[in-house]
Nanobody, 124 residues
């Protein structure tokens, strides 16, 4: 069983920044691709970003490219999402997910474990 615990959410004004963290309990964290997804009220969960098990490859949704940055600290079993220049449309619950594969993917069904989510609210 893998536990993922997100933190770092909160409320900010447009143009502000937040850094989300996701701490994983899995001992083979270094081989798992990790992803961030988000879900706004009344909308489906959508892909935000993913990072390979090695950390060498990353991929972003077009809506966040150039503003968000994903990274991981294998020693701390933690993945991060640095969010800059936040916009009201970024408001959502953000979820961390872990795949049983080192290969990046934007497909939610390929992620096996999910965190409980952390709320991000951006006001205009």
């Amino acid at each position: 069983q893998v536990q993922l615990v997100e933190s770092g959410g909160g409320s900010v004004q447009a143009g502000g920044s937040l850094r989300l963290s996701c701490a994983a309990s899995r001992r083979t964290f270094s081989t798992d691709a990790m992803g961030w997804f988000r879900q706004a009220p009344g909308k489906e969960r959508e892909f935000v970003s993913t990072i390979a098990g090695s950390g060498a490859t990353t991929y972003y949704a077009d809506s966040v490219k150039g503003r968000f940055a994903i990274s991981r600290d294998i020693g701390k079993n933690t993945v991060y999402l640095q969010m800059n220049d936040l916009k009201p449309e970024d408001t959502a619950v953000y979820y961390c997910a872990a795949a049983l594969s080192p290969v990046i993917t934007a497909t939610p069904s390929r992620y096996t474990y999910w965190g409980q989510g952390t709320q991000v609210t951006v006001s205009s």
